[in-house]
């Protein structure tokens, strides 16, 4: 049985995190005619603010540098805004897009979920030669195994629907799902979905690529920074709502006609001091990588996700990356790693993969998750009691930062610059899907880790 460390944060045992680069407050224009930004376009003197100094105007403020935010500001100035602020309380990328585990699978449970993680996907490939970087994406094949006959008809319901939208995802039987994975104890499941194109990025680098993006087109980023609200107007006489003005800092005010609040954990949180009710939560997800074994090297080990148990894997370093969370825990922050779940988890692990078991562990983390109820993503406009706040928009991949991430952040930014967007059909996605006790009227995405299907109660 492992014994490891008795309490142990994400921020102790992923120390790599603290390396990452920083985008120091930089400004840029648009190009003439307002087109996009040319990418490493110089900005013009005098429209630099010095350093740790805001700007007092814009044309987009961003709240939020995790992986959907840092997009999304990159998006708005390829969308052609002239000055995008992005604020963020911490540095770029020091919540949950550092500690993921950079699963990027296109075998989604809805509609929603397929084209966001095959936009995403997609737009992984591009990087290279869109930024001269990217994050890393490896096309590895990935298994979405089942393990009883009700399993089996659900899978290949999912499979003709992913297929409908493009996807060439494929039915492999028992003997066939043994001989993709060789790691895998034979005779352990009734059939499995597959997608070789579904595949992992590294999630630091993921940080790496969005921060050299927002540094060439110029976006101004200001770090240890704390929003702390928005600024608006009456809605015209007779109307009901309000306009947004502007956003109001810990570094003083910023004056804008369009504000996209993003975030993971904290979503909820911060869409407070706009005045909103989000329905977004946080809960402890633990991510562990075994040390290195000839049997569990990449071609021997498709990545694979068993929804029942909420465990998946995929390859890490010669070893084995697997994460968890816990359907029975109440949401909440993750503050220490919870072992006896751990140990619980590499028991079934080590059902599946033998292996595993005699295996130690090279690195261990618990990183706080975001999640909606019904673990879809938030897009859309902000509403409140009192109406619409135009030029609000909200942002969440709920709990898929890397496998959907880029894809909320280009549909946020078409959405609020152009009323809509082609990545995804996001009518039912914003925030009045959700009653006042935070309740979807849409059906949960089948396929996700066992989040809390419920909104946490509020402060």
């Given amino acids: 049985m492992y014994a490891g460390p008795r309490a142990l944060t994400e921020h102790s045992v992923y120390v790599s995190i603290g390396g990452m ?15 996009g930004p040319r990418p490493g ?10 350093p740790g100094e805001l700007p007092r105007t814009a044309d987009a403020v961003v709240v939020g540098g995790g992986t959907v935010g840092g997009w999304c500001a990159y998006f708005l100035r390829r969308a052609g805004l002239r000055r995008v602020v992005l604020v963020e309380q911490g540095t770029l990328g020091q919540g949950a897009s550092s500690r993921a585990a ?25 990087q290279a030669a869109e930024l001269g970087i990217d994050s890393g994406f490896i096309p590895h094949g990935y298994l979405l195994p089942c393990f009883t006959e009700v399993e089996v008809a659900a899978a290949r319901e999912r499979m003709a629907m992913q ?24 005779g352990q499941t009734l059939g499995a979905t597959y997608c070789a194109h579904d595949g992992y990025l590294h999630p630091p680098r993921n940080v790496t690529a969005y921060a050299v993006a927002l540094a060439t087109t110029g976006v101004i980023v200001a770090e240890r920074t704390r929003f702390t609200g928005v600024t608006t107007r009456p809605a015209a006489a007779g109307g009901a709502g309000a306009t947004i003005t502007g956003v109001t800092t810990s570094a003083g005010s910023v004056a804008a006609p369009l504000v996209v609040l993003t975030g993971g954990p904290e979503l909820a949180a911060v869409g407070r001091l706009a005045g909103l009710r989000i329905p977004a939560g946080g809960a402890r997800h633990q991510v562990a990588v075994t040390e290195p074994h000839p049997d569990l090297s990449p071609e021997r080990l498709p990545m694979l996700f ?17 994460g968890m969370s816990n359907p029975g825990e109440p949401p909440g922050e993750a503050r220490t790693v919870d072992l006896a779940y751990l140990e619980r988890m590499r028991e079934r692990l080590a059902v599946l993969v033998p292996v595993t078991a005699g295996l130690g562990l090279r690195r261990l983390w618990a990183a706080t998750i975001d999640y909606t109820p019904d673990h879809l993503p938030v897009i859309g406009p902000a509403t409140t009691a009192g109406g619409r706040v135009d030029g609000l928009y909200v942002a969440c991949a709920g709990g898929h930062g890397m496998m959907w991430g880029p894809a909320v952040a280009k549909a946020v930014s078409d959405l609020a610059t152009s009323g809509g967007s082609e990545v995804v059909d996001v ?22 880790l066992p989040f809390p299907g419920s909104a946490p109660a509020g402060p």
């Fill in 21 to 35: 680069p920083i985008v120091s407050p930089g400004g840029g224009t648009g190009s003439p005619g307002g087109g």
């Fill in 102 to 126: 950079g699963v990027v699978r296109t075998q989604g449970g809805t509609p929603w979920a397929v084209r966001l993680g095959e936009w995403s996907r997609r737009f992984y490939l591009g």
């Fill in 427 to 448: 009518a039912d996605l914003g925030l009045d899907r959700f009653d006042a006790a935070g309740r979807s009227r849409l059906a949960a995405d089948p396929v996700a």
């Fill in 163 to 186: 297929r409908a939208l493009g996807v060439e995802v494929a039915w492999l039987g028992p003997d066939e799902v043994d001989a993709a994975c060789p790691a895998l104890a034979p």
């Fill in 41 to 50: 376009e110089l900005p013009r003197p005098g429209e630099l603010p010095r």
């Fill in 306 to 322: 068993d929804l029942t148990a909420g465990l998946y894997w995929r390859p890490e370093e010669g070893g084995m990356l697997f």
